[in-house]
Each structure stands twice: as C-alpha cells, then as structure tokens.
C-alpha cells in the first residue's frame, strides 16, 4: 500500500516536471537552444498569481489565466529581445544569454519583491479520496489530470493543426521550411508562448504543493525539469513527458525507500547512467553523423 | 499581349558576389506562363546559385527578379513563396520525422489560412479547412504515385519515390514557377522516363511555368522548350534545345577544347 501510495505521489510531482519539461523539450526541438530562464518563467509565473490571489483577491482560474497571460507574453518578449538578435550567433553565445536572462529575472524580481519568502495561499482543499488505507490528495489528482490533459492538447496541436505541423517542419528545416512559405520566427514565437504558458500552469501546481514563493523558486524545478527533458530525449514531446513522470516516480521512490537527503544525488545518478546506456535519452532520435 | 507570351520570370542583369568572388553575373533570362526552360553547366558554373537568387535564399548583389510582373526586391523568402515561387532541392530536403501525408500538407501553410482561435475550439471554418488540405493533399498524391505511401514517414520512402514527394510538396504551395534542381539525379533511365512524363503531367495538369537544373541531357533536350547555359556565372547560350546542341560554344565549354 505505501508502495502505490509512493507511485502516486511520484507520478504527481513528475506530471509537474513533465509540464515544465515540455517548455524546454519544444524550444530544444525548434530553436536547438536550450532555455536556462525558462525556470525564472515559472518563478514569475509564481508571483503573479501569488499577487492575483493574495492582493487583487482572485479566485483560483482567473489568478491561473493571468499567469499564463503574463508569462506567454514574458516568453515571447525574452525571445525577441534576447535570443532573436543571435539568431545566426553560436550556440554558446544563446546559451550564455539565456544563463543572463535567468539572473536578470531573478534580480528583477528580488528588486521588486525582495528576497523574503512569500507563503503561497492554500488554493486546493485539504482531503482527497481514500479507499481501503490508501489517501491520494486533491492536489495530486488535479495535477496529475492537468499533465494529461495538457499531454492530450498538446499533442492534438502539435499534430492535427497547421501551426503544429508547421512547427514540425521547422524543427526538421528551416531554409526547406522558409521555401514552403512558412515564417520560421513566427514558429519560434509560438513554441516560446506555449512554453511560458504551460510554466505558469506549472507554477500554480507547484506553488500548491511547495506553498512558499521567492526569487529562486524556479532555479531547482527548473533544473528538474531539464534533466527530465534530457532523460526523455530533449526535442521529443512524448519523451518529456515520459522524462518528467519517471524523474517524479525515482525522486519520490529514492526520498522514501533509499534516503531524503540522497533523492537529488539518486536522480542525477540515474540520468548520468541513462545518457551513457542511451546517449540520446528514452526516445530521443538518433542522428547518424554523415561523414 | 498574348496571356501564353506574358513572361512569368523576367531576370534582368542578375549579378551576385561572394566576397570579392562574383559567382553570377549579366545574367538575363525569362520563363514564359506555362513554359519549361532549362537551365544547364557545367558543375560549379552557378546554377543553384540562381536558384538561391530566385528564391531570395541569396539576395542578389546586382539585376533584378521580376516575377509575375513585380519586381521583387527587397522580398523574403517567404514572400517569394507566397508569390508563387516553389523549388526543390539538388540533395533531397524532406521533412524527414514527418509522414508521406504530412511533407505535402506542410506546403498548403500559406495558402489555405485559418486562425489558432479556429483551431482551439474547432470551428466548422477549421474542419472545412483541413478537410480541404487533405482532400487535395490526397489528390497530389495520387498523382504522383504515394497515396500507398501516405502514413510512412518521409525518410522511409526509396530514392525516387522521395524525389516525387518534393515534387508534391513544392505543388502544394501552388507554384506560378517551380524550380526543379536536378530532379533526375541518381535516377535510372527508366526512372528518368517516368520522370520526363511526370514533369510534363505537371506543367499541364497544374498550370505552372518550370525551371530546371539537370546534367542529364537526355531529359533537358527531350523535355525543355528553351534552355540557358551558364558557364562561370556568366550566361554562355541561350536557344531552343536544337541551337544548344550545335552551338560551338556550348560544346566547347562541355568537352573542352
């Protein structure tokens, strides 16, 4: 019984990590950069809707969408004033940028909010279903439901819709797409806008669990999230998602049967032993190097 | 003027360098509606640079493009798409992780348009729509012999099958003029027949003017109505096929002296 209640509790904290994952996996796959401020997306994400609650009074869904609202244009803004411009730059210079918009967002929001934490209200009741010794809480439900649905959504865009075909296209290649009259900036724009969305979301999620905001929320989630986005296969849709579920099951798993303090230590161990069995990650493609 | 004698191509005085390297220059030709035109050298003499140029892949140091009546400077490579310009690529450029059906779908983006909006609360005007791209997805397919290949991916189709799909991929953004850079390279001469009538097919079937690359002499005499020789960038001949094939020059510059 523990055991399963254990298996819940992982696939909840990996559906979170799936859903920030995915931010990284989609900007991997079409922009090939990896995203280090898109953790600071869900710090602010954090914020908003801690204000929206907490200060403006919001109920829950309106406080959510105005995360989401302020940090799909947040996305979109850091991808045009930051990374637009290096577009032909070298990966390691994008990717420094991105290290550089991550701590200017976490400066700005100690400047403006301070460094003190701020304890997020209770949003989701208390209680959950229980059935013969087992308890899964509300929380864990709703989380693990909105991965799904968002998996469901996502997936429905990415493969039955122009835009998400487009983006397909794209990620495979630019000039061949330009060529087929698709605008390559555009696609970036919206992966970054649903990516930045689906942090808020995450953040909210979060937020309910680990109910404490502050400037470096974003930082581990985030780090989580990426190495979830690697052990998947970074640039595969599913795979973050199966990246994130595995990465929550292993963190609660190595917390409850092996050591608390250990759990991150274990994690990272297993990814490290993923990438050597399988470079690419759990379904990542493999690109045969053309001599 | 006679709408078939209307020039849809008009290239004027198309120079571009690379460095202080000048790889096309004076370059003047033109592709009449519904016409097939070849464009032949020998290697390295700028061909798909030209292509690159109509295509404002490169952007032309000199000259004009005028396409469809409208000089195109300063357009994208986007733009150049929607005004009607599709081409394919001498190594095959598929999308490919994505399926056989999907490859041409991609091709109708800027064509057959509808919002997110539509898309997220499916709208009747987003189901008419993407029923309308698989339905002439569907067509194009059959065309070109792939409707049995629909659900494969692109990558899993042989060589000649994905020449074909680039072909249907570039038609699905509904051409004015297609540029085809080497379409029949690694094809066997079987291949290149099917692919001579194939080409025809198209120009009739679809009404659009052709441009292409191609080593194969076979099929550039057999098929194009004009054809231009460049040689070191510079245009060497221009002429019915017959001219071509006696004039001096074009020999000389392909056999050498």
Not at chain 1, 74 to 83: D, M, N, P, S, T
Not at chain 1, 181 to 194: C, D, K, L, P, W
Not at chain 1, 224 to 240: D, E, L, M, N, Y
Not at chain 1, 271 to 285: A, E, Y
Request: with cysteine; aromatic share 8%; net charge positive.
């Amino acid at each position: 019984m523990d055991f399963l209640s254990y298996l819940i509790n992982g696939l909840g904290l990996g559906s979170v990590y799936a859903i920030i994952a995915l931010g990284y996996t989609m900007v991997y796959g079409i922009a090939k950069m990896l995203n280090f401020a898109h953790g600071d997306v869900i710090m602010i994400g954090a914020y908003v809707a801690f204000f929206a609650i907490s200060d403006m009074g919001l109920p829950l869904l309106p406080a959510i969408l105005l995360s989401v609202a302020v940090c799909t244009v947040l996305g979109v803004l850091i991808e045009r004033l930051a990374y637009k411009p290096l577009r032909s730059a070298s990966a390691l210079s994008v990717l420094i940028t991105a290290i550089g918009v991550s701590y200017f967002l976490q400066n700005a929001a100690q400047l403006l909010w301070s460094s003190s934490t701020k304890v997020f209200p209770s949003v989701i009741a208390n209680g959950g279903i229980s059935s013969g010794g087992l308890t899964v809480s509300w929380l864990t439900l709703i989380t693990i439901g909105v991965c799904i649905l968002v998996m469901i959504c996502l997936s429905l865009f990415i493969n039955r819709t122009k835009t998400g075909r487009a983006m397909r296209a794209c990620s495979e290649d630019k000039g061949a797409s330009t060529l087929m009259g698709i605008n390559v900036n555009r696609m970036i724009s919206i992966t970054f806008a649903i990516g930045s969305g689906l942090a808020a979301i995450a953040s909210v999620l979060l937020c309910a669990a680990y109910p404490s905001v502050y400037p470096t929320l974003g930082a581990m989630p985030g780090i989580k999230a990426f190495t979830a986005a690697v052990f998947g296969g970074i640039g595969s849709i599913p795979g973050a998602f199966l990246g994130g579920l595995l990465l929550g099951v292993i963190e609660i798993f190595a917390k409850a049967y092996i050591s608390t303090q250990l759990s991150d230590a274990i994690v990272f161990a297993v990814l490290i032993l993923v990438l050597l069995i399988k470079p690419t990650g759990l379904l990542g493609k493999r690109i045969r190097e053309k001599v | 003027m006679d709408e078939s004698r209307r020039p849809v191509l008009e290239v004027r005085e198309l120079g571009i360098d690379f460095g202080g390297l000048t790889a096309v220059n004076d370059l003047n030709m033109e592709v009449y509606r519904g016409e097939i035109v070849g464009l032949i050298g020998p290697n390295g003499a700028g061909k798909t640079t030209v292509f690159n140029m109509l295509t404002r892949v490169y952007q032309p140091t000199r000259g004009s493009i005028i396409f469809d009546g409208k000089d195109t400077t300063g357009c994208s490579v986007v733009d150049m798409n929607r005004a009607g310009v599709a081409r394919t690529f001498q190594n095959i450029r598929l999308f490919s992780g994505l399926s056989v059906a999907d490859n041409v779908r991609t091709g109708f983006h800027g064509r057959i348009v509808y919002s997110p909006f539509e898309a997220i609360f499916r709208l009747p005007s987003y189901r008419t729509k993407e029923r309308l791209i698989t339905g002439q997805m569907k067509e194009l397919l059959e065309i070109f012999g792939l409707s049995e290949e629909r659900d494969n991916l692109a990558s899993n189709l042989p060589y000649g099958a994905q020449r074909r799909l680039e072909i249907a991929r570039a038609l699905a953004t509904q051409p004015k003029l297609l540029l085809l850079d080497e379409p029949a390279a690694g094809m066997n001469p079987q291949e290149t027949q099917e692919l001579m009538a194939m080409i025809r097919k198209v120009r009739d079937h679809f009404n659009t003017s052709i441009l292409l690359i191609e080593h194969d002499m076979k099929l550039v005499m057999g098929i194009c109505e004009r054809i231009t020789v460049l040689n070191y960038g510079m245009m060497l001949a221009q002429g019915t096929p017959e001219e071509i094939r006696s004039n001096p020059e074009v020999i000389k510059a392909y056999l050498g002296d």
